[in-house]
Structure formats: C-alpha cells, structure tokens
C-alpha cells in the first residue's frame, strides 16, 4: 500500500513501477529461446534461425503474456505522470519546489537502479555465480536497450550504465518532501492501448 504521506511512499510507488517497466528485463523468460530450444544447443540452429531470432527479439515468453506486459508498462508509466501531476516536490530545508520532479527525481532514479542491475549482474558473473538460464551480462544489456530505445529515457539511461551505479537506493531521500495539489497541473497522458486484444483482461 502507498499512501503517499511522505516522500519515502513516493519512492516506494516510482519504485514499483520502475520494476513493471522492467519487465521483460526481469523475466528469466526472455533469456531463453521460443518453442522449446535449448540455450545450451543453440549450435544446432541455423545461421539464419538463430539471426532472425536474435534480431526479433523472439524468446520464451508467450504473445499473451508480451500484451500483458505492454499494457502493465503503459499503467506504470500512467501511475507516474498522475504522481508527478498531482504533487509538488519541494526541498526540505529551502522548501524550493522542485521544478520538472519528474526528470530531475524519477528518471535518473530509474536510470540508476538498470545501471544497478547490471552491475550486480557482471559481479556475479565474476564469481561465477549461476543466474537465469541464458542470461547473461552482454544478453540483459542487449534487453535494456530494447526497453528505452528511441525513448526520452535512453541518453539518462545509456549515461548511468557508463557511470556503472551500484546502490538502488534513491540518494538524499532525506533531501526531498512531497504534498498533494489540489488539483492536476496538466491533463494526463495515455500510456496504454484501449484495443490490445487479450481473452482476460480483467484478470491481468
């Protein structure tokens, strides 16, 4: 439950939500290949196959649950413009509104916590510790860069995995305060399709 009291609840909401718009990153599913191929046989694949699948991001996780993900990430990024919308953000010991809290708190925010990911994800890969079949270090940046490409987040996020983050903590948490507007600041956008065509949407 967010009950958006206090900065540390916002942080717990955007933080949420940087784990929905995550989600194919996050999917052991998308490290492994579709109809049942054997990471550990893929030299029995054609030159052409393996291409075509490596081009198309074709992986283990069903066309459902690739709608389920695409409108989940839509309701994340429309729980974000609602948040910055619906709340100021000021610092603490000026009380200085925060101006565009959305670019200057929540994307390098999320930008540090993928940079994190990877990080920790090459640390174990030194260790050789086992992750998810067929993931590898090369493999989630390769799915990172699907996630934000030709996105407004991409230049914040290609520029935190240079600066190699790792904590996933927000920094100066302390720094910032958030209260309720009495009204949104802007109309909200929409972030998701109204026709993707799922059997149970209701049960998403």
Known sequence: MFDLQTFDSVLDLLAFCNMIILINVLDYQTYQYPGGIDINNVDSLSHERLASIQAFDFNAVTALDRQRYQYARGLAYALIDWLFKSFDFRDVVSGNLIEDARSTLWIPFLSQQVSAILHYKREAEKGEM???????????????????????????????????????????????????????????????FNDLKLDNVNML
Do not use: I, N, W
């Not at 989630?140 to 699907?146: A, I, K, M, Y």
């Not at 910032?176 to 600041?185: E, G, I, P, V």
């Open 130 to 192: 086992m992750g998810a079949p067929g993931c590898t270090a090369s493999f989630l940046l390769r799915q990172v860069e699907l996630c934000f490409e030709d996105s407004e987040l991409q230049a914040s996020v290609e520029e935190a995995l240079q600066d190699d983050h790792q904590s996933f903590a927000f920094p100066d948490a302390g720094k910032y305060m958030a209260s309720r507007r009495a009204a949104l600041s802007a109309p909200l956008g929409v972030y998701f």
